[in-house]
């Protein structure tokens, strides 16, 4: 079930009615949820759920096992276990294909050929999501950041909770578990800013993401050999925007929808294509998964503590595993290695450059004044050419990501110097629609919020008829047809 | 890397200043949400007709499934003869325009708009596009 379908609306209105109606029985309130989130996601295939429930089951138990345990070493056994059960099933999904096709590859080049055993393997939808809540729970529980669950239905929620179930945000335990023990809350101030958020993603998923998709990204990454540098450069431009206005209009959505429900979860973007370094990128792209990322694999293995050549390596190893994460492709682990070795980069810069304190006090008087403003200058120039290098080495990134294979990738590059052939895609509408998409990232982040309190101030039946007149509208300036969310495939 | 703030804020906006007491209660909003939720409803039932008999079309046969066919195919000719379908039409139409634009019609457009007329047109544009305008 895809948000923006008439499906979704109407499974939407019958849980937000029926879940409202249920709020005076908190337990109630949560078997309605849990029993509508799995029919969400069972609505795609019902196997599905099984897998989903035996998943919660694993954390679970270990949970619990946690919670009777207090030898530290039975402990690290059994987070151990928790988390290599999670991450069985999750590889077996992700990467026995890829696995069985290199292992396949590589008999045939040592002139050995073996009748391997192929199976047809559906990836289930958003596994890798509900993969790492269930990590980030068992971990939580053993580093005793949050208590175990004492009602099973909270830890199945938590997990299976149909907003952000197939891709992200990744919500905390220790932020959602404390929320369904309380009683729900939605004033106006939280409806509006759902319904504004809804607003937001859907126009950037539906329009924007949609139009880019369609109009240029598909093409120039389907047939790279075709086209000429100023079609290439306006694609990964493209889809430096595409990707960005569908993944974080489905995070919108998903925040905006668990607010109406009354429920909060983190931002998972923040303007991420004004950051000034690669450092500064990653704390805005995909929040909850940098920040898992962080917390769950970079701190173990040492976070930055331990000397240079530690944390270098360490990062390395942690984008790595976040670009295999994305799937069983050599495209997707270079792409990590890539933003690996450019963190590292950026890292060594910065111990590099020598510090100077923001906002000098130049004292007072004319050449003073000069002064502040030579160094605001000095500031803005700096800052600029960072936003323009940094945001040109992720779309040099998102080249490997998109491209089909590594060979479409290496044309794509080859392609971007070849000024020779007219532009026969990247058209004047699509050109200003890139444009305007990335100079939204200099608007004020809040703009959601601001448009949230609007709709609140002007009460919740002119706020749903704002809504519906902006569903029109989106749908108008849409084109045809639901494509589905990029992110669903990882 | 440290952690930003990623929680959503108000800051300047507290509810109760701007709105009374019963808005800012739970059952008030969801009740007048649900009835602005359900209004949401009938402005695309309106204005999205057509994708209404779209979506009825793909359910399985049967009677009941028949009639809901015929009425919302007859609700959608209501809907049209009164032209609420037109702003949706319109819209699409400016948007197809817009993607129609070939580079060589901007910088026409531009000139008419610089009022220098098309020989002075060029060089508006990158050379490197190897744009003219040719009116």
């Given at each position: 079930m895809l948000f923006p379908t008439l499906d979704f609306a109407i499974f939407f209105l019958v849980v937000f009615a029926t879940s409202w109606a249920l709020s005076g029985s908190i337990g109630g309130r949560k078997l309605f949820l849990l029993g509508a989130s799995y029919f969400f996601y069972g609505y795609w295939d019902w196997r599905f759920m099984l897998l989903l429930a035996g998943g919660s089951l694993i954390n679970y138990w270990a949970g619990m096992a946690l919670s009777l345990e207090s030898e530290m070493r039975r402990r690290k056994r059994i987070v151990a276990v928790g988390v290599a059960l999670n991450l069985v099933v999750l590889a077996f999904f992700k990467y026995y294909g890829f696995f069985l096709e290199s292992l396949g590859e590589i008999l045939f080049n040592l002139g050995i050929e073996r009748d391997l055993p192929f199976l047809e393997i559906i990836l289930p939808v958003g596994i890798s999501f509900f993969t790492f809540q269930g990590i980030s729970y068992i971990v939580d529980v053993y580093r005793r950041d949050v208590s175990p669950v004492s009602q099973p239905v909270d830890l199945f929620l938590y997990i299976s909770?149909?907003?952000?179930?197939?891709?992200?945000?990744?919500?905390r335990a220790a932020h959602f578990l404390p929320q369904l023990r309380r009683e729900p809350v939605l004033d106006a101030k939280i409806a509006g800013f759902g319904l504004s958020l809804i607003l937001f993603g859907l126009f950037k998923k539906m329009v924007i993401a949609h139009h880019l998709s369609e109009g240029i990204v598909d093409q120039v990454f389907a047939d790279p050999w075709s086209y000429g540098g100023f079609d290439l450069l306006l694609g990964v431009y493209a889809y430096a925007v595409q990707i960005y206005c569908d993944f974080s209009g489905y995070s919108d959505i998903a925040i905006g929808t668990a607010a109406l429900l009354g429920y909060r979860f983190v931002k998972n973007?923040?303007?991420?294509?004004?950051?000034?370094?690669l450092i500064d990128f990653w704390r805005r792209w995909h929040i909850s998964l940098s920040t898992w990322l962080r917390d769950y694999l970079f701190i173990p293995l040492?976070?930055?503590?331990?000397?240079w050549f530690k944390t270098a390596r360490n990062l390395i190893i942690t984008m790595f595993l976040g670009g295999i994460w994305h799937g069983a492709a050599w495209n997707f682990i270079l792409w990590g290695l890539f933003h690996g070795i450019l963190l590292m980069m950026n890292r060594a810069w910065r111990g590099l450059k020598p510090k100077t304190d923001k906002g000098q006090d130049f004292g007072a008087g004319g050449v003073a004044g000069i002064l502040a403003i030579a160094d605001w200058a000095n500031r803005f120039v700096a800052g600029t050419i960072g936003v323009a290098i940094t945001f040109n080495l992720v779309c040099i990134g998102w080249i490997l990501f998109r491209s089909q294979d590594l060979e479409s990738a290496s044309a794509y590059f080859a392609g971007l110097?070849?000024?020779d052939i007219p532009a026969m895609v990247a058209t004047p509408f699509l050109t200003a629609l890139v444009i305007l998409s990335l100079a939204?990232?200099?608007?004020?982040?809040n703009l959601p919020e601001l448009f949230g309190i609007v709709l609140a101030k002007s009460g919740m039946i002119i706020a749903g008829l704002v809504f519906g007149a902006g569903l029109v509208l989106i749908k108008a300036m849409s084109p045809e047809g639901v494509a589905p969310f990029i992110y669903f495939q990882f | 890397m440290s952690e930003p703030d990623h929680e959503y804020d108000f800051k300047g906006f507290d509810v109760r200043y701007v709105m009374g007491a019963s808005d800012a209660s739970s059952s008030h909003t969801t009740r007048t949400l649900l009835v602005g939720l359900c209004l949401a409803s009938l402005v695309l039932i309106v204005f999205l007709s057509h994708m209404l008999v779209q979506e009825v079309r793909g359910l399985p046969p049967g009677n009941i499934e028949d009639r809901i066919v015929s009425y919302s195919q007859s609700w959608h000719e209501r809907v049209t003869e009164f032209g609420l379908g037109q702003p949706l039409v319109m819209t699409r139409e400016t948007i197809e325009n817009w993607q129609s634009l070939s580079w060589e019609e901007v910088q026409c457009l531009i000139s008419d708009l610089a009022q220098t007329g098309p020989d002075y047109?060029?060089?508006?544009?990158?050379d490197w596009l190897g744009i003219t305008c040719s009116e």
């Open positions: 909770f149909f907003p952000q179930l197939v891709a992200g945000p990744i919500v973007f923040d303007q991420p294509y004004r950051a000034t370094s040492g976070g930055s503590w331990n000397g110097q070849n000024w939204m990232h200099f608007m004020p982040r | 047109a060029d060089g508006y544009l990158p």
